[in-house]
């Protein structure tokens, strides 16, 4: 299966304001026609927008601030003609996971969205986690990432993934955090890939900060950094990342 994780910027201004950018945003999905694929910083109107342009999709997921349409979503899209929901929920990035709220030191509320998608054709079960961990404090990064990796252990028993925009390095607390739960950076397993930075700030910077997380039985075969201009044009101020995965028998 293919999967991307994507950041598209819930802003910007002027020329890379969001609805400068929606199409660029979306020639990337359609281009790279993922199985599954984690977005951050999806506003509703973002929603709104991918839902009406990639129909073969559906998602998972709430908006941040209240559980409802206001704030930022970390959505599961998949595609419905591959995958039925078994299983979805939301959880808050913080000591009360059950409701809206900030967590530890965060300067915003941050969420993780999940789905259980079982392929149609075949029978088989996964798991894909979805998040966006604060870009401020380092207790709510390191402690959102090993709640996602609690929550995440329910499903051992399915290939499980879990993508997103840490806002942290390799170097982290977060991402050992994350690493010593179990889970294995697709960049680093599979044969093909690279060791480009995913978050660029529209080409004035370069920091790998964007991961797909794998564990329970998932291969990684091919992995990159979607680093493609569109008409000259950056689609957002991340590159999106795209893994192909196999499972284990």
């Known amino acids: ?12 201004s002027g020329q890379k304001f969001w609805t400068k950018r929606k199409t660029l945003v979306r020639d990337v999905i359609r281009k790279y026609s993922p199985d599954t694929f984690g977005l951050q910083e999806a506003h509703y109107r973002w929603m709104n927008y991918l839902c009406a342009e990639l129909p073969e999709y559906d998602y998972v997921g709430v908006g941040r601030d209240n559980g409802k349409r206001l704030g930022e979503f970390s959505p599961v899209f998949y595609k419905k003609d591959k995958y039925e929901v078994v299983e979805t929920g939301n959880f808050w990035l913080s000591e009360t996971p059950e409701k809206p709220g900030k967590g530890w030191d965060a300067a915003c509320v941050r969420i ?15 798991a894909h986690f979805n998040t966006h961990l604060d870009h401020v404090g380092p207790i709510a990064q390191s402690e959102g990432a090993k709640l996602i990796a609690e929550r995440a252990d329910v499903f051992r028993n399915i290939p499980t993934i879990v993508t997103g925009d840490f806002n942290v390095t390799p170097d ?9 739960a179990g889970f294995e950076d697709a960049r680093y397993l599979a044969t093909e890939s690279d060791d480009c930075g995913t978050f660029h700030y529209f080409g004035r910077r370069n920091e790998m900060i964007d991961f797909i997380f794998v564990k329970n039985g998932f291969r990684p075969t091919s992995f990159r950094t979607v ?17 192909e995965l196999e499972t284990e028998i």
């Open 1 to 12: 299966m293919r999967v991307m994780s994507f950041n598209v910027l819930c802003g910007g």
């Open 227 to 243: 680093t493609d201009l569109i008409d000259g044009k950056f689609p957002s101020d991340h590159y999106p990342v795209l893994a």
């Open 112 to 126: 993780c969205s999940y789905a259980v998608l079982q392929d149609k054709a075949t029978g088989e079960k996964i």
């Open 172 to 180: 982290s607390g977060a991402y050992k955090s994350i690493t010593a």
